[in-house]
């Protein structure tokens, strides 16, 4: 039986460990059908996308537009094989999701515009399905307004004409879009429970999300919206792929 190939790219093992069990627990996979690679501590070169059920790639301390004189060896390389990796996956249809870092990898990939007008804050906020997200068979299953945690410096400012608009915040035009049939991405985070995220804000402090101090009010708006809904993606597009 086909797994699901989550690829994180973290260092702090609690934080990917937490990727892995979300992805396990609110899209319904047991975790013997997961093939969890760590990209930064090793090559995808090995790995076959059509191998697999479905590919997820999770978020990132990473970001696409970084300086190229900024990025570390490690994060060229895992940028290079990601990009290499998609050309099996759009070739061979094989089901992709990716979140936050995935619109970075998918949005690089197909030629959309990202750059730094339409960062957010880390906290909750209301995504808005899209005409063509009513109509998606994946975001089809969720409400129209949800909300769903997001904390990013980049975004997707232009779609190519062929990448198809899902779902759009206040803030962020470019909230979730498909390419083809089956290759998603998400900015804000499906995975991300409030206990999850108030990890990740202690660990990311000095990251430049936000000002060192500013740990618990950050966590304290976090928990100010119920993103509960924003779980049941995972579920739906993993549904419909095993």
């Known amino acids: 039986m086909p797994k699901v190939l989550v690829i994180t790219s973290r260092d702090d093992e609690t934080a990917v460990a937490a990727e892995v069990r979300a992805i396990s627990r609110f899209g319904g996979v047991p975790e013997q059908r997961i093939h969890h690679h760590r ?17 997820v790639v999770t978020g990132s301390p990473y ?16 940028e290079g094989e990601l990009q290499r990796m998609l050309d099996r996956v759009l070739e061979r249809e094989v089901p992709f999701f990716g979140a936050c870092y995935g619109v970075g990898t998918l949005g690089r990939y197909v030629g959309a515009v990202i750059d730094r007008q339409y960062g957010e804050a880390v906290g909750p906020v209301p995504i808005h399905l899209t005409d063509a ?11 129209d307004t949800f909300h769903a945690f997001v904390g990013h410096k980049e975004a997707i400012s232009a779609l190519p004409p062929h990448a ?8 962020a ?12 991405a998400t900015q804000f985070h499906p995975e991300l429970t409030l206990d999850d995220l108030a990890h990740r804000v ?15 009010a950050v966590i304290a708006r976090a928990a100010s919206r119920d993103v509960s809904a924003s779980h049941d993606l995972l579920r739906a597009f993993l549904e419909r792929y095993l």
């Open 39 to 55: 990209a930064e501590r090793a090559s995808l070169a090995g790995l076959d996308a059509a191998d697999f059920a479905a590919v």
């Open 63 to 78: 970001t696409v537009t970084d300086p190229e004189e900024s990025k570390s060896p490690t994060q060229r390389r895992v």
């Open 133 to 143: 997200g009513r109509a998606d068979p994946v975001f089809g299953a969720m409400p």
């Open 164 to 171: 198809v608009l899902l779902a759009s915040g206040d803030d």
């Open 173 to 184: 035009p470019v909230q979730a879009f498909r390419v083809g049939e089956h290759a998603y």
């Open 202 to 216: 202690r660990i990311y402090r000095e990251n430049g999300y936000f000002e060192p101090d500013e740990v618990d």
